[in-house]
């Protein structure tokens, strides 16, 4: 059988944005000019900046907050993610361990809570995202996988919080989705889908109306923490009391960021519609999925009857410099289509209507960080390594509310304050993400084919965890 032509990532924006800009462009928001004096400024227009903006105009209506974005709002990972709104109970086990059970649960019931408070901040303004709270699945795809999950699903269990996260059988697995390829599962109850950038014009419509004063195309070229901080476009400044930095990958650039955090790439395919096929591997619950790989595979599906798989194999980059491999590499976007095809051979006919793919920002970890900078009017959340959708939202909550001073329970929590794992220097950073990338790549196409991965490649796939990162394969 031929397999559908995989279109060009990179030559136009993803569809998702395009879905939603054709619904609704919104008003213009044109580059800054000129100098601003202002209460907070927040760097990056995407979910992180957009969702504390959000939250300090909750706190104080009468705050001036200007967002500062290099393109569109949304135009970054927020408005080209794969929509999946997951909490983070299949990371008790890092959680446990970095922060103690009542820490763990503490900051997993906080992550939940903004799972459940996207759909109801979506209800409340009206903003049609196609938010779908349909649980997330977990899936093993070859004995590799298998179990994968036990841990965190043992541990949620013995911390009274089983129901949660809890295993599935195989029968129960293709119950819910029938694929050659599914063994065991688990399945968590709190996650949703979205369309991404649904949510992301919706949020940058809510603040417009609020007042805040949004820049677009206003690619950030200087910044001072101050205090005041300052910062500088080509067409002007922002002059402001506090600052959030939600940038995402983009962090990398900044000197205290250098070393907090790698950056893979991660592309998504989108086939046409195909309700039918749907129905008949039983994929109708909505529910959002991902194999149990380093390099996951994460799919889903959406009213109209597409899949949008996403593959988070993509190569390599040099933190801080967010290039075209992010987004015009048709190598991973095949990747992400074999996917799709593995998974569910009755979509080998059908066209894919969209190809693209954006970075991630790998902290070492496999968490976000949030905190403040000295000298205390700097606040940022990155490294979210590819699950951002939910925890952004709680990042909004920690960064208003630091930026504001006000007291919010979710600011106590142990995950705020931490400093980031610190990977290598220069150019031994780059070199090694590479070298491991390839060698995770590689071990898993082994696995997923039931050959014995290359001895070599297995050992360098394990460095990170040798060396404390909690990242890659055991
Ligand atoms: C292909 C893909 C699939 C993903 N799938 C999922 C998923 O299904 N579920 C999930 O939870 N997460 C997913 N993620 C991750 C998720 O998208 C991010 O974690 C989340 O969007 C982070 O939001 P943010 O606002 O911090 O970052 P971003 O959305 O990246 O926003 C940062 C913004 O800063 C802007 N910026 C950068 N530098 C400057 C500058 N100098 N001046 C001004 N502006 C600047 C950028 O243009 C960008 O808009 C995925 C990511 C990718 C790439």
């Known amino acids: 059988m031929t397999e559908p032509a995989i279109p060009r990532p990179g030559e136009r ?29 927040i760097l990056g227009g995407g979910y992180t900046g957009m969702w ?76 049609d995202a196609w938010y779908t709270p349909s649980g997330y699945l977990s899936v093993s795809t070859n004995t590799a996988q298998d179990a994968g999950w036990r841990h965190a699903t043992e541990m949620a269990q013995q911390l009274g919080v089983g129901p949660r996260y809890r295993e599935l059988s195989p029968v129960e697995v293709q119950a819910r989705c029938s694929s050659p390829a599914f063994r065991g599962g688990a399945f968590m109850t709190d996650g949703a889908t979205v369309q991404p950038a649904r949510l992301a014009r ?6 417009l109306e609020r007042g805040v004063r949004i820049f677009e195309g206003s690619p950030v070229r200087r910044f001072r923490a101050g205090p005041p901080a300052v ?48 129905e008949a591997v039983g994929w109708t619950g909505g529910e959002c999925i991902t194999d149990g790989r380093t390099a996951v595979r994460y799919f889903r599906t959406t009213p109209d009857g597409r899949i949008a798989m996403g593959g988070g194999g993509g190569r390599a980059g040099t933190a801080g ?17 074999e996917g799709l095809w593995r998974f569910f051979p009755s979509f080998r006919d059908v066209p894919l209507d969209d190809a693209w793919g954006g970075p991630i920002d790998v ?11 000295r ?75 039931e050959r014995a991965p290359n001895l070599a490649a297995r050992l360098v796939s394990r460095i990170p965890r040798k060396l404390g990162f909690r990242l890659g394969p055991e």
């Not at 402001?240 to 790698?262: E, P, T």
């Not at 902290?363 to 900078?373: A, K, M």
């Not at 990042?395 to 931490?418: M, Q, W």
């Open 13 to 41: 924006r993803a569809y998702w944005i395009r879905e939603a800009l054709a619904r609704d462009p919104g008003e213009p928001c044109p580059p800054l000019q000129g100098v601003l004096n202002t209460d907070m400024v």
């Open 52 to 127: 504390t903006a959000f939250v300090a105009t909750e706190l104080d209506p009468g705050v001036r907050i200007a967002i500062l974005e290099q393109d569109i709002c949304g135009g970054g990972p927020s408005g080209r993610n794969g929509g999946f709104v997951t909490g983070w109970w299949d990371e008790l086990p890092a959680l446990v361990a970095m922060y103690g059970q009542q820490g763990a649960v503490d900051a997993c019931h906080a992550v939940a809570a903004s799972v459940a408070g996207v759909g109801q901040w979506c209800e409340r303004h009206d903003v």
């Open 202 to 207: 919706g949020l940058r419509r809510v603040l």
């Open 231 to 278: 910062a500088e476009t080509s067409g002007g400044s922002v002059v402001a009391d506090q600052a959030v930095l939600g940038l995402n990958a983009w962090a990398g650039a900044l000197k205290d960021f250098r070393r907090s955090m790698v950056c893979w790439g991660s592309y998504i395919v989108l086939t046409a519609p195909a309700p039918d096929r749907l």
């Open 321 to 337: 410099q967010v290039g075209l491999i992010f987004t015009h590499d048709a190598e991973s976007a095949r990747r992400a289509a």
């Open 363 to 373: 902290s070492g970890t496999h968490l976000p960080v949030f905190g403040t900078l």
């Open 375 to 449: 000298p205390g009017n700097v606040h940022y959340a990155h490294g979210y390594t590819g699950n951002g959708v939910a925890p952004s939202h709680l990042a909004g909550r920690i960064l208003g509310a630091l930026a504001l001073g006000r007291d919010d329970p979710v600011t106590a929590l142990p995950i705020v304050g931490t400093r980031p794992k610190r990977f290598p220097p220069e150019p031994i950073l780059t070199v090694g993400t590479w070298m491991v990338r390839e060698a995770i790549v590689k071990t898993e196409r082994a696995q997923e084919e």
